[in-house]
T-cell receptor
Framework: AQSVSQHNHHVILSEAASLELGCNYSYGGTVNLFWYVQYPGQHLQLLLKYFSGDPLVKGIKGFEAEFIKSKFSFNLRKPSVQWSDTAEYFCAGRGRNSGYALNFGKGTSLLVTP | DVKVTQSSRYLVKRTGEKVFLECVQDMDHENMFWYRQDPGLGLRLIYFSYDVKMKEKGDIPEGYSVSREKKERFSLILESASTNQTSMYLC????????????FGPGTRLTVT
């Protein structure tokens, strides 16, 4: 099971800037890590997930994340953000209980300005 | 497309009232979850269910109970609502197993006055 922490709570970027949101996890057995996004007024949806294999994971809408075991990190990246990427982003790790619930970070609010 | 629906988007209740929040999923998922989302705190697990009539407490179960009588439906009950239960409540569901992600409903914004 992993608990996760997100470094940045509020990020403001201009369109076309590169994005990197930090997420660190605590070691706890099998690693299952996720990034979810919540656009204004919409439900949480999965961006990408890591279970094993290639540490560079590609998700929807041009997002990717890199699992770096030595740094206990799973940072989310996008080379060029758009105004439509304005949203709240949550990193999550598999919880400790048997129900496969997720432990979520506190979230990062991203505002992309035109 | 997986669909997780919640009975209300917005709800206003008075202190001491009994409140029912309902969640329905249409993908035959074994697992269902109730989370609470508060600014600066992220999502916190209240309860989850891994089968009909089976439930386990999450991280913040105090003041809440749940019911799962049918596989597709998972209800969250606030026995006696209090102002500190004003929050956004999110339901989620998934297949059983580590490989499966959770699908979320749109949320219910509950205000207790």
């Amino acid at each position: 099971a992993q608990s996760v922490s997100q470094h940045n709570h509020h990020v403001i970027l201009s369109e076309a800037a590169s994005l990197e949101l930090g997420c660190n996890y605590s070691y706890g057995g099998t690693v299952n890590l996720f990034w979810y996004v919540q656009y204004p007024g919409q439900h949480l949806q999965l961006l990408l997930k890591y279970f094993s294999g290639d540490p560079l994971v590609k998700g929807i809408k041009g997002f990717e994340a890199e699992f770096i075991k030595s740094k206990f990190s799973f940072n989310l990246r996008k080379p060029s953000v758009q105004w439509s990427d304005t949203a709240e982003y949550f990193c999550a790790g598999r919880g400790r209980n048997s129900g496969y619930a997720l432990n979520f970070g506190k979230g990062t609010s991203l505002l992309v300005t035109p | 497309d997986v669909k997780v629906t919640q009975s209300s988007r917005y709800l206003v209740k008075r202190t001491g009232e009994k409140v029912f929040l309902e969640c329905v999923q249409d993908m035959d998922h074994e697992n269902m979850f109730w989370y609470r989302q508060d600014p600066g705190l992220g999502l916190r697990l209240i309860y989850f269910s891994y089968d009909v009539k089976m439930k386990e407490k999450g991280d913040i179960p105090e003041g809440y109970s749940v019911s799962r009588e049918k596989k597709e439906r998972f209800s969250l009950i606030l026995e006696s609502a209090s102002t500190n239960q004003t929050s956004m409540y999110l339901c989620a569901s998934s297949f059983s197993g580590l490989a499966y992600e959770q699908y979320f409903g749109p949320g219910t914004r509950l205000t207790v006055t």
